[in-house]
């Protein structure tokens, strides 16, 4: 790599590397506006709006039908933008459309 000097058995493991030097970010989250420089990474990202709240354990988490919810005054799902908390996703992804589409993400 004429940037780093790494070098790479193959030409195309060269060419994706290279993308690891470029400010280029092409792939952004419709959900809060962060951007990436590979689509994998934005894939890996979208799991933080969708499914889960990542790190719950809660055991309706482990189904494959939620059967129950969180105990009543929970809160799990976090705004990334502001520190209001819901008690399920609809809740979050409403608020979200509502005070934060049109807005950057915060730093």
């Known amino acids: 790599c004429p940037e780093c000097g790494r070098s790479f ?4 493991y060269l060419q ?3 993308i690891s030097h470029s400010p280029h970010k ?5 959900a809060c506006g962060k951007a990436f420089k590979r689509s ?12 889960r709240p990542p790190h ?5 988490h482990r189904r ?5 919810q969180h105990p009543p005054g929970e ?3 976090a705004c990334a933008h502001c520190p ?3 008690p399920d996703r609809p809740a979050l992804q409403r608020h979200l459309r509502r005070k934060h589409l049109a807005r950057p993400p915060a730093p």
């Open 40 to 51: 994998s990474h934005l894939q890996r990202h979208r799991v933080t709006h969708a499914g």
């Open 75 to 77: 809160r799990p799902w």
């Open 64 to 68: 494959p039908q939620p059967q129950s």
């Open 16 to 18: 994706r590397h290279s």
């Open 56 to 60: 719950c354990r809660h055991p309706h």
């Open 26 to 30: 092409p792939h952004v989250c419709r």
């Open 84 to 86: 209001l908390r819901f």
């Open 9 to 12: 058995e193959y030409l195309s």
